[in-house]
């Protein structure tokens, strides 16, 4: 049972004071002879999210992004096992310009209600394998420090007959970044749902500082969410900063011709255009990887932000919670589904999908 309210997402759509680290340890990123997958092993040396030193008080700083809206509110409290976030949905930095010519919508106040497990149990070994991945399949993949949500699918795919509402796993998804149609994206990666409600599709660029890995959130399993750079030494907090590569590849294979596909070589304007290549980056697949951070300067498994695809993750490596469930008449969006079809090309009738 949900326990978020609100208004308008779509199906499918810190600054922390802390003191300069010099921490270079080896920690065990294996569970070597666990037996369950996604067990925390007792001997497990490396820190949950229960470990954060943001939680002394239970409330997180203001993100680094200027803070150019007054009307935001977020709130962070540690209760019962879970980080509860409460915020109004409005960013604390400046927005694009809406409406525009891809999105025709106004910016509203939402009311969000999120409950993020603080020790999710971590993934035994770097996530390379779909099997090992909890699907995002109806499900918000989490919210900044501000209060914004992340939802990095669309809900638009392409069919024979046109652009249709609703994308499915497996669909020929349009992607909001670098795709054919325009979602009016803005300069933080964010656009609008028609109910008003930002979100995030990429990178928010204002939130990310340039010093230290940057703590964007939480996904919607509790995991943390950073910025893309990160320590080139994932072990050494005095390693350079580095900006950490996606192992998602363009394929090389041309897509099926209509009605099977959309026929063309891959160009990233599609989700299935993207191929996961281990150890072709610094990222596993679902871009994440175990790190130090400045707030877990023991390491703590944690997914990157990227430039390049998927941008935002696209799956878990624990159960989201229930929480973060976009379904019709539930959970933060109250969207129903839709099933209409556009013509290809009307780039009118897709603003916030």
Request: proline content about 11%; hydrophobic content about 30%; glycine content about 12%.
């Amino acid at each position: 049972m949900s326990i978020s309210s609100g208004k308008g997402i779509s199906r499918a759509c810190l600054a922390f004071a802390y003191t300069t680290l010099s921490v270079h340890f080896t920690p065990s990123f294996a569970h070597e002879g666990a037996s369950v997958p996604h067990e925390h092993a007792a001997t497990d040396p490396r820190a949950t999210p229960r470990e954060a030193a943001t939680h002394a008080t239970g409330q997180i700083a203001r993100s680094r992004g200027e803070n150019t809206s007054a009307k935001s509110k977020a709130r962070f409290e540690i209760r019962d096992g879970y980080r509860i976030v409460t915020a109004n949905g409005v960013p604390d930095h400046g927005i694009g310009r809406f409406p525009n010519s891809g999105n025709p919508n106004v910016l509203s106040e939402q009311s969000y209600t999120f409950r993020i497990p603080l020790d999710p149990k971590p993934p035994s070994a770097p996530v390379l394998t779909g099997d090992r991945v909890h699907r995002d399949n109806g499900y918000l993949f989490g919210v900044a420090l501000n209060g914004v949500p992340f939802e990095p699918a669309t809900g638009m795919n392409w069919t024979p007959e046109g652009v249709r509402r609703g994308g499915r796993p497996g669909d020929w998804v349009h992607e909001a970044i670098g795709g054919s149609v325009n979602f009016g994206i803005d300069h933080a990666n964010a656009h609008l749902q028609r109910t008003g409600a930002y979100h995030y599709h990429g990178i928010p660029t204002p939130m990310v500082g340039d010093k230290q890995p940057t703590l964007i959130g939480y996904a919607a399993d509790g995991y943390p969410i950073y910025g893309p750079q990160g320590y080139k030494d994932p072990t050494n907090a005095r390693s350079p900063l580095v900006a950490l590569r996606p192992s998602w590849q363009l394929k090389t294979v041309a897509r099926p011709e209509p009605p099977q596909g959309p026929g063309g070589l891959p160009d990233g304007r599609y989700t299935s255009d993207f191929e996961f290549k281990p150890g072709s980056g610094d990222l596993d697949r679902l871009n994440g990887r175990f790190a130090v951070t400045p707030e877990y300067p023991k390491g703590v498994y944690h997914y990157v932000l990227t430039a390049a695809f998927p941008h935002v993750p696209r799956g878990f490596a624990a159960p989201p919670d229930a929480s973060f469930r976009r379904m019709p008449g539930e959970g933060p969006n109250h969207v129903e589904q839709r099933g209409d079809r556009l013509p290809v090309g009307n780039r009118n009738d897709t603003q916030g999908r």
